[in-house]
């Protein structure tokens, strides 16, 4: 879909000898984008306008620059997108921290009385892993092992290998597919560990997308913690709560049952301040 939307763009281009384009074709997730153009004459020049296409998108408008009105970014875009240099043949701007969703072409054009619009365009990849997260949580039906859990989310679709002390880890496990609706992929891979073997040892995650990797450590918890973190565990909290409310509970009823006795028999409380004591602001 991508390469269409260039080919097209390419065919519609006007006059593009004329300027002089200059920018990113990849990039990193979270890293900065940055695209130039100028136009070598600037006769007649009134306005400089960069704009955004994707897929089956519109075009949206980023930012303007005129000399009437200087450097422009629109609403949405403040933050995401800053002039680095404007003038009235030439400007740059840089794409903050780009995602997935900022893959797309960028068109710069030169708005030029009292002729069509010279016009520039320029596509952006962004390549990449954006998140990685992992978890420990028990088997299932009370078994001695542990589950070990590692989601990746990436373009293009990530790869996760098992380590644990540099060593690749062969007990299989369950992988799943999600596609993003911003073109990114998410794979979860479980794997299945025997506490006996792993318990207060690291198991690694590694992440491959596009040549980039990533990696996360994961703490095989003790036994002990296992039982601790288990259903027994939440049992004796529930239970501590319980007792704990229920203390409460009988305090707050004495103390309203003694305050009502007194009231009803009129039994003053054994201290009394003097009737002539001084009052005490606060």
Known sequence: MLCLLILILSLINRAFSDIVAQGATAVEFGQDASFSCALSDASGVKQITWQRVRNTEPVQTLATYSD?????????YVGKVNFTAA???SASIEIKNATFEDEACYICSFKVYPFQPKRQTMCLTVKGISEITASVNPAPNSDPDVVVSCSATGKQAPTILWKSAEKELNFGSNNFTTLNKDSSTTITSNITLPLSQFHGKYVECVTQSDGIEKSVHILVPDEDDKVNNGPRSYIVTVSVLIIMTV????????????????????????????????????
């Open 247 to 282: 203390v409460v509970l009988v305090i707050i009823a004495i103390c309203l049952y003694t305050k009502l006795k007194r009231a009803i028999f009129g039994i003053k409380s054994t201290y009394e301040e003097p009737l002539n004591a001084p009052n005490e602001e606060c």
């Open 87 to 89: 003038s009235v043949n």
């Open 68 to 76: 009437l009105f200087k450097d422009h970014v629109d609403d949405q």
